[in-house]
């Protein structure tokens, strides 16, 4: 049973920090990138990170470029989203997924398979 889960939400304030994890089960990690999307109240899920299952390539949504690191972790199977200077804007439900494909480093929603239950995150002004 494949199994992706998120943890580390919480509601920090406005400039403050949070880093999400997420464990992977049931399914291969090193061979395949990994990526991080969000979900706001009202609005579609958005990309915002993503990592090649090498380390060597890294991907950003321009919103949270310089802010936000990804990073993962294979010999553990999980990935990371650390969040610096965090805005109320962030305020979002985050999902971590992973792609059935290789040799990819996908940035659409459609292109992962498989996705975690999410981890809220709250930031308040």
């Known amino acids: 049973q494949v199994q992706l889960v998120e943890s580390g939400g919480g509601l920090v304030q406005a400039g403050g920090s949070l880093r999400l994890s997420c464990a992977v089960s049931g399914r291969a990690f090193s061979s395949y990138a990994m990526g991080w999307f969000r979900q706001a109240p009202g609005k579609e899920r958005d990309f915002v990170a993503a990592?090649?299952?090498?380390?060597?390539?890294?991907y950003y949504a321009d919103s949270v470029k310089g802010r936000f690191t990804i990073s993962r972790d294979n010999a553990k199977n999980t990935v990371y989203l650390q969040m610096n200077s965090l805005k109320p804007e962030d305020t979002a439900v985050y999902y971590c997924?992973?792609?059935?494909?290789?040799?990819?480093?996908?940035?659409?929603?459609?292109?992962?398979?498989?996705w975690g239950q999410g981890t809220h995150v709250t930031v308040s002004s």
């Open positions: 990592i090649s299952r090498n380390y060597i390539n890294t």
């Open positions: 997924a992973a792609p059935r494909k290789t040799g990819i480093t996908p940035r659409l929603v459609y292109e992962y398979d498989d």
